[in-house]
């Protein structure tokens, strides 16, 4: 189970995430294309439904050309 602050910090993930995929002008699905992901877990992802695991934040860095340092960080 999760307590309320990782949540926050699941849904601060998502929000950094989408707003990172918004600046390079990419779409759920040429996200999704570029990681290797599902465009729906990527939504997902992104409105903090679901927790991703590190294979999933490694394979998005890579797709956006930034570390994940750069995802997890403020």
């Given at each position: 189970?999760?307590?309320?602050?990782?949540?926050l910090?699941?849904k601060?993930?998502?929000?950094?995430?989408?707003?990172?995929?918004?600046?390079?002008?990419?779409s759920?699905?040429?996200?999704?294309?570029?990681?290797?992901?599902?465009?729906?877990?990527?939504?997902?992802?992104?409105?903090?439904?679901?927790?991703?695991?590190?294979?999933?934040?490694?394979?998005?860095?890579?797709?956006?050309?930034?570390?994940?340092?750069?995802?997890?960080?403020?």
């Amino acid at each position: 189970m999760h307590d309320r602050r990782d949540e926050l910090r699941i849904k601060a993930f998502g929000k950094k995430l989408k707003k990172m995929r918004l600046e390079k002008g990419l779409s759920l699905r040429a996200l999704g294309d570029a990681s290797d992901l599902s465009a729906q877990h990527i939504d997902k992802v992104e409105r903090g439904v679901t927790n991703p695991s590190l294979t999933t934040i490694r394979r998005l860095a890579d797709a956006l050309n930034v570390s994940p340092a750069d995802l997890l960080g403020d």
